[in-house]
């Protein structure tokens, strides 16, 4: 059982940047394949961004491409999604996800994750 922890969220000005975090239980952080995703209000939770297991593959959404990136730290069991330009459209409940059959392919459907943080919310401001 993995379990997750965000942080990170909160309220930014269009044009702004954030960080969010993701800390991880358990001893194989390195092998699972960790996810960003994000639920609008009335939306399907949808992919952001994804790393594989040694981080050394990644891949995003194409609405966050160039603006977004994802990295980890597996000494840290941490992964972040470090937000910058933010659109007001961009608004939404960010969740982390653990997808343990995977190492090195990133998958980017919601049903392929198995461990699940509780979400920060990130509100971007006109």
């Known amino acids: 059982q993995v379990q997750l922890v965000e942080s990170g969220g909160g309220l930014v000005q269009a044009g702004g940047s954030l960080r969010l975090s993701c800390v991880a239980s358990?001893?194989?952080?390195?092998?699972?394949?960790m996810g960003w995703f994000r639920q609008a209000s009335g939306k399907e939770r949808e992919f952001v961004a994804g790393t594989s297991g040694s981080g050394s593959r990644t891949t995003y959404a194409e609405a966050v491409k160039g603006r977004f990136t994802i990295s980890r730290d597996n000494a840290k069991n941490t992964v972040y999604l470090q937000m910058s330009s933010l659109k007001p459209e961009d608004t939404a409940v960010y969740y982390c996800?653990?997808?343990?059959?995977?190492?090195?392919?990133?998958?980017?459907?919601?049903?392929?994750?198995?461990?699940w943080g509780q979400g920060t919310q990130v509100t971007v401001s006109s």
């Open positions: 358990g001893r194989t952080f390195s092998n699972y394949v």
């Open positions: 996800a653990a997808d343990r059959n995977h190492i090195r392919v990133i998958t980017t459907a919601t049903h392929e994750y198995d461990y």
